[in-house]
């Protein structure tokens, strides 16, 4: 057996209405607790209304911050921050999408340290105070932000996105209830299950992969590859759908939780920064070339994804593209080795993602794939 450190330190409460029949274990957490979600998502899926009530029943009070943007800025965290040390929180709960959660872990560190500028990135491991105990809701079924300890911030002094992550950033306690995500639309729907595959994907063939995260990825890929096959734009999406997609995204949050992704992330950001790709959108992106070069380098390894997807990495290749219709900029030859050159070679330039990686996959290869599946798919 492989060597590995494995820390999931989170209680995980799953199922419909758990949050109303579970919920009483907030009670050990606090008086006082800070809201954080975003405009829309929470008050949508029902999930804000559920929390209110439980809070209420619990004689715990709260305030809400409610201005969390896709793909937050870490000054959207810092300001929620201060409003939780302001109001005396005890903790803090995150609901809704990836985007609400990350704010939220990193709410409950800016809570309790200051920390100005981009320094986050640097000090992650080193709080000089530990983090408001964290509480989660999830309303989307990709991201697995509610079982992983990472924090995907965006920079205000260069726009770029980074993850953020200690072992103290895990959440206390995990509500996954798949009915939070009855309200997602199939184009979103579509684009977070394609996040939550690419998460399986990526940490099943990368060099960091143990027995584990296998068994996590193959779950999440049993659960979202048949659902995905299925899908019509114009068709429903049933109960026990949802939940395969729920699930599998857990799963999937799993995986990262522990190893972390590889080059469809370190690319998908540039899409997702530059252009306004939705993450689950550009990642997926780079997803097809990803499993080809993994069935490539890694034949047995291959074998156990297809029986777990039910077909070939090919005709699942053809899927995702399928489901994706993302069209990519249009950009030349020149320009997109220029972006390579700019973003991704030098010291430290994505170099966890490109080292886990699958076979060698230095500066030349990182341009050659990036380049081949732009000019690919233009």
């Not at 079924?141 to 770029?160: F, H, P, Q």
């Not at 972390?260 to 530059?274: D, K, N, P, Q």
């Not at 077909?311 to 249009?330: C, D, F």
């Amino acid at each position: 057996m492989k060597n590995m450190d494995y820390y999931l330190p989170c209680r995980l409460v799953t199922g419909k209405d758990c949050v109303n029949e579970k919920g009483e274990v907030l009670s050990s957490l606090g008086r006082r607790c800070l809201l954080v979600s975003g405009r829309h998502g929470a008050l949508a899926s029902g999930a804000l209304q559920d929390v209110c009530a439980l809070l209420k029943r619990l004689g715990i009070a709260w305030e809400l911050f409610d201005k969390v943007e896709p793909n937050p800025l870490i000054s959207t965290a810092r300001r929620a921050g201060a409003l939780a040390a302001e109001m005396g929180a005890g903790f803090v709960v995150g609901i809704g999408g990836g985007s609400a959660l990350d704010c939220a872990k990193m709410a409950a560190v800016f809570a309790r340290n200051d920390l100005p500028g981009d320094s986050v990135y640097t000090v992650q491991k080193r709080w000089e105070h530990p983090p408001l105990p964290i509480v989660l809701v999830g309303t989307t079924a990709g991201t697995g932000s509610e079982i992983n300890k990472y924090s995907v911030m965006t920079s205000d002094l260069t726009g770029r996105k980074k993850s953020v992550g200690a072992d103290c950033n895990y959440a206390r306690v995990v509500f996954g209830d798949p009915k939070y995500t009855l309200s997602l639309p199939y184009r979103y729907t579509v684009s977070t299950a394609l996040d939550a595959l690419t998460h399986a994907s990526e940490g099943f063939f990368s060099k960091a992969a143990n027995e584990m995260t296998d068994a996590a990825a193959l779950a999440a890929v049993e659960r979202i590859v048949p659902v995905l096959a299925s899908l019509r734009e114009d068709g429903p999406i049933s109960w026990e759908q949802r939940e395969d997609l729920y699930y599998g995204s857990l799963f999937g949050g799993m995986v990262i939780a522990h190893i972390g992704t590889c080059y469809c992330h370190a690319f998908g950001y540039y899409l997702t920064e530059e252009y306004g790709a939705p993450h689950g959108t550009a990642c997926a992106f780079f997803l097809p070339d990803y499993l080809s070069r993994a069935k490539e380098l890694l034949p047995q390894k291959a074998a156990r994804y297809e029986r777990a997807c039910g077909g070939t990495i090919e005709a699942l290749g053809e899927a995702v593209r399928r489901l994706n219709a993302y069209t990519p900029p249009p950009l030349s030859r020149e320009e997109l080795s220029q972006v390579a050159a700019r973003r991704w070679t030098g010291p430290g330039a994505g170099a966890n993602q490109f080292l886990r990686t699958p076979g060698r996959f230095g500066e030349a290869e990182i341009r050659d794939t990036f380049l081949r599946v732009f000019l690919k798919q233009s």
